[in-house]
């Protein structure tokens, strides 16, 4: 009645997990992460100033809270910056400064451009107003 169950094959997220990463810490035999290190640090930070991951870096969890304390005691001492500002272009997108909206609403409302006032018509209006004030 039990069928035979049907051998399956790798799991693909173990095989694409297969070889665990190496921290810096256990190549160079560093026992002790002092925070006055900063070159030791940098690795373990990125372009951003944010601490990496231990799956990024190859720390065991020990290794990571000495990582991350002794960063965190460079950034108070100013060794190391908390942010770094990354300055870039940004195209198209959101805040465009052209006033186009996008949505159905603009689509069905045609909002028609007014007409440029002349000056003329302008100064019209001024005199008729001046003239009523010097009549009262």
Do not use: H
């Not at 035979?4 to 693909?12: E, L, Q």
């Amino acid at each position: 009645m039990a069928k035979a169950a049907a051998k399956r094959g790798k799991n693909k997220d173990n095989a694409r997990r297969s070889k665990k990463k190496t921290s810096i810490l256990t190549i160079e035999k560093v026992e002790y992460v002092d925070y006055k290190d900063v070159n030791l640090l940098r690795p373990f930070m990125s372009d951003r100033a944010k601490i990496r991951a231990r799956r990024v870096t190859g720390n065991d969890a020990q290794q990571q809270r000495e990582v991350a304390r002794a960063i965190k005691n460079a950034r108070e001492m100013a060794l190391l910056p908390y942010t770094n500002r990354v300055t870039t272009q940004r195209g198209g997108g959101r805040g465009r400064g052209d006033g186009e909206r996008r949505g159905r609403r603009n689509e069905e409302q045609e909002i028609e451009p007014t007409p440029p006032v002349e000056a003329a018509a302008v100064a019209e209006v001024d005199t008729e107003v001046e003239t009523e004030e010097a009549v009262q």
